[in-house]
């Protein structure tokens, strides 16, 4: 099992509990998670939604992907409109609208 951002502070879990026994332990959440995902996004689709406008519920996992695919096309939007002052005041206040208000 591949541990993405796990790291065993101090040694704290031995390297045989990790590599034999975590991910069984886990094995019942893990199943959860992609059962409901699979679930709501079957319901979805009888609802006539498309696949790529699922907004319903997502893994951990997969919306950590989502949150990473989004900043690196907000890195490459920022490159972009990098030398246009004004699009660049567009685009922020554009990302940024709503923030600070309660």
Avoid: C
């Avoid at 045989?16 to 886990?26: C, N, Q, T």
């Avoid at 998670?33 to 979805?44: I, K, L």
């Avoid at 319903?56 to 900043?71: E, F, I, M, Q, V």
Wanted: without cysteine.
């Amino acid at each position: 099992m591949l541990l993405n951002g796990i790291i065993n502070e101090n040694e704290f879990y031995s390297d045989h509990y990790l590599s034999e026994i975590f991910e069984g332990d886990i094995r019942g959440v893990l199943d959860e998670w992609n059962a409901r995902e699979t679930r709501e996004r079957d319901e979805a689709k009888t609802r006539g939604e498309k696949g790529g406008q699922y907004q319903g519920y997502r893994t951990p996992p997969n919306r950590l992907n989502g949150l990473a695919r989004d900043y690196i096309q907000g890195l490459r939007e920022a490159e972009r409109i990098r030398h246009q002052p004004q699009i660049q005041a567009e685009w922020a206040g554009a990302k940024l609208d709503g923030w600070g208000n309660p």
